[in-house]
């Protein structure tokens, strides 16, 4: 395929912002960049993608995710509003996630990934919750994934909430799936693994034993980390050491695992992440959302910790948790030098495409360039200022919505054409998840009882 008269956003480094160029894709991959004129004349019988002047960019990557959470959109919470995070947890996302069967997964994915493909982002790292459906869970998002035509980096969380049988299901069912991966159910390329951990509040000592046991060589954990203080306390009490100490000692730290948040982390916490080169990711609409604060990111940053940005659930739209996150670190500073545009394009850009290389080692994701996967979006933006390789981050925090994607590629291959997405059907899924999601909802209103 040709895609002509593209203004190409490369995102290399350095990034480069390209005038009326064409890209030429072969067997999913990027193979050349050039003029249009020049492409059109070495490539004369190949498909051709008019991309009308609008900007070509490489699609979004989404470093921490929860598909599992998409039904609780206007769910109505019994009893006295939630006081904290713990409370949150008690009230909203565990009885949420044990009304849901493995077809309301399923629903509950696709629900994200329209949403994901409709803003441009192609690339996701879910962390999955269903102790009632565990089994074969990660095979009903990963069907939902195929259908959708992106790219996911599955687990399941593992914890100690649901008694030693549902932690003994969850370590089967992270391994089943890494197992399946390892011998090349992946989708091309479009499916990986991790192997999920709740959170250490509700992890024994024994079963972060046995997930350290149970592993394979190479495969990283993803869990969340001190999200509110309460984590650390729980950790001091349960094991003499703070959380990040703790899951060194169980040797869960290192280059392909992630922890998620690190909100109540202190010096030393921070040390230990560089040193083990372990992966961080910033959620700051959840943090808002949840009141917990927020993470001391310009300083990991600084120490050389990848932080990398999620969205914990939020909409898929990427440039919203953008500008969340330019917007969250000023006021809670209280200083307009905090967190310029540029340190977001370095986790939402280049830290997390080097979070999908580690998750993806086999092809390249995030910029557009020779030898990379064609994964792009396509954006209808006008800008009425100069815009430069320099300023975009700032044009994407004040000037980019993210209803102006107006086409989404994953692998050479069009999921969504001029804002008509191709490889779901929108209207079905809908009428799908609303007839199923009153049974969830019984459920859930059940567990109040
Ligand atoms: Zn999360």
């Not at 696709?110 to 803003?119: E, M």
């Not at 939402?348 to 390249?364: E, T, V």
């Not at 975009?392 to 102006?404: A, E, N, R, T, Y």
Request: glycine share 6%; hydrophobic share 40%.
């Amino acid at each position: 395929m040709l895609i002509t008269n593209a203004n190409l956003i490369t995102w290399e480094t350095p990034n480069r912002i390209l005038e009326n160029q064409a890209i030429y894709i072969e067997g999913g991959q990027i193979k050349e960049l050039g003029s249009t004129e020049e492409l059109l004349l070495h490539h004369t019988s190949e498909d051709r993608l008019d991309a009308h002047s609008q900007y070509v960019m490489p699609g979004a990557i989404c470093a921490h995710t929860h598909f599992y959470g998409a039904f609780s959109r206007g769910l109505n919470i019994p009893g006295l509003p939630a006081k904290d995070f713990p409370e949150i947890l008690e009230k909203l996302w565990w009885p949420l996630d044990k009304s849901l069967s493995l077809e309301a997964v399923h629903y509950s994915t696709l629900v994200c990934l329209l949403d994901a493909i409709k803003h441009g982002t192609t690339t996701l790292v879910d962390h999955h919750a269903s102790p009632n459906a565990i089994q074969y869970s990660l095979d009903e998002i990963a069907s939902a994934v195929d259908a959708a035509g992106v790219r996911a980096s599955l687990c399941y969380e593992v914890t100690d909430r649901n008694g030693e049988a549902g932690a003994r299901e969850g370590i089967t069912e992270n391994l089943r799936f890494i197992n399946l991966i390892s011998h090349g159910s992946d989708l091309a390329g479009r499916l990986s693994a991790t192997f999920g951990l709740h959170a250490s509040l509700t992890l024994s000592e024994k079963t972060l034993n046995d997930c350290r046991e149970a592993v394979p060589e190479g495969i990283g954990f993803h869990i969340h980390v001190a999200e509110h203080f309460v984590d650390e306390y729980d950790s001091i009490q349960k094991s003499g050491t703070r959380v990040v100490d703790r899951l060194l000692l169980h040797k869960i730290l290192g280059p392909n695992s992630i922890i998620v948040h690190a909100v109540h982390v202190d010096a030393r916490e921070i040390e230990i992440l560089k040193e083990t080169h372990t992966w961080v990711t910033h959620q700051p609409r959840s943090n808002m959302n949840n009141a917990v604060g927020l993470p001391q990111v310009e300083a990991m940053l600084r120490s050389g910790i990848k932080v990398c940005l999620g969205n914990d659930g939020f909409s898929n739209a990427m440039w919203e948790e953008w500008k969340a996150c330019y917007l969250a670190h000023k006021l809670v500073n209280q200083d307009p030098r905090r967190m310029p545009a540029s340190l977001v394009a370095q986790m939402a850009i280049y830290n997390n495409a080097d979070l999908a290389r580690m998750l993806f080692p086999n092809i390249r994701l995030g910029s557009i360039t020779p030898g990379a996967e064609a994964d792009l979006m396509f954006v209808d933006y006008q800008p009425f200022t100069p815009l430069s390789a320099e300023n975009l981050p700032w044009h994407i925090v004040f000037g980019f919505q993210d209803s102006m994607v107006t086409g989404t590629m994953v692998a050479g291959k069009l999921l969504m054409k001029d804002r008509q997405v191709l490889s779901l059907d929108e209207d079905k899924i809908t009428y799908q998840a609303r007839k199923l999601v009153p049974e969830v909802w019984e459920k859930f209103n059940k567990s109040f009882n």
